[in-house]
């Protein structure tokens, strides 16, 4: 690597090594299948660490609508759906990201309404804060191609080898991790922390000890 392409990459380094140790779990929200963060809290997150930071929503202009000079904040696709583009700049660092306006059940919307415009791109934000390191985990798998065959829970071929290993990450406190994922909203009052989704069980072992160390906080605060 020469030099040059050494001095262009430290941006990049310097913000993918601070952003991606900052845990969000606490703030992860999950709505019908996806996880989200706020953008007001991801955005505040990066004006603490980088102030300087902006983004830039792509604006389109549509061929085939009556006004041809007209720009919109959002791509249109042959079939009537959209999709939303930002642009984001961290420590003079640029990277791109983008994502389609879906509706409630994470289909995409055709003819979309600006308050759906809006949400999607704030929500296309945060998608694009993960590429430079936060909450990046929190999309582990969602990029997985849907199997169309029809198959039984137990037969699962992902969920059992995650949450197999995850039993053995939490044995012998298995209740104080229960109630540590109950105040976090993983799961509800009375289930168990099978129930929770691939992706938490993915993070709870890939950050073992610091889930560990927060159940444990979280349970000596309840005696």
């Given at each position: 690597m020469d030099k040059k392409t050494k001095v262009?990459?430290?941006?990049?380094?310097?913000?993918?090594?601070?952003?991606s140790k900052i845990d969000c779990t606490e703030e992860a929200e999950k709505k019908m299948g996806?996880?989200?963060?706020?953008?007001?809290?991801?955005?505040?997150?990066?004006?603490?660490?980088?102030p300087d930071s902006q983004f830039e929503v792509v604006y389109f202009t549509h061929s085939y609508t009556s006004e041809d000079n007209m720009k919109y904040p959002y791509e249109i696709h042959p079939d009537g759906t959209a999709t939303v583009w930002v642009k984001i700049c961290v420590n003079g660092a640029w990277r791109k990201m983008w994502l389609p306006v879906m509706d409630h059940r994470n289909n995409a919307v055709k003819n979309p309404n600006a308050r759906q415009i809006s949400d999607t791109t704030m929500r296309c934000l945060v998608k694009g804060l993960a590429l430079f390191g936060l909450g990046h985990y929190i999309y582990a798998g969602e990029d997985l191609p849907q199997i169309e065959e029809k198959v039984s829970p137990s037969a699962d071929p992902v969920a059992?080898?995650?949450?197999?290993?995850?039993?053995?990450?939490?044995?012998?406190?298995?209740?104080?991790?229960?109630?540590?994922?109950?105040?976090?909203?993983?799961?509800?009052?009375?289930?168990?922390?099978?129930?929770i989704t691939d992706a938490r069980a993915k993070q709870v072992v890939d950050k073992k000890d610091s889930f560990k160390d927060k159940a444990e906080k979280h349970a000596a605060s309840l005696n």
């Open positions: 262009e990459l430290d941006p990049y380094r310097e913000v993918w090594d601070k952003l996806l996880t989200y963060l706020s953008w007001a809290w991801a955005w505040g997150i990066l004006m603490d660490n980088f059992i080898p995650v949450k197999s290993t995850l039993a053995h990450v939490i044995k012998g406190w298995e209740d104080t991790a229960i109630k540590y994922m109950i105040k976090i909203k993983w799961i509800k009052d009375g289930q168990s922390w099978k129930d």
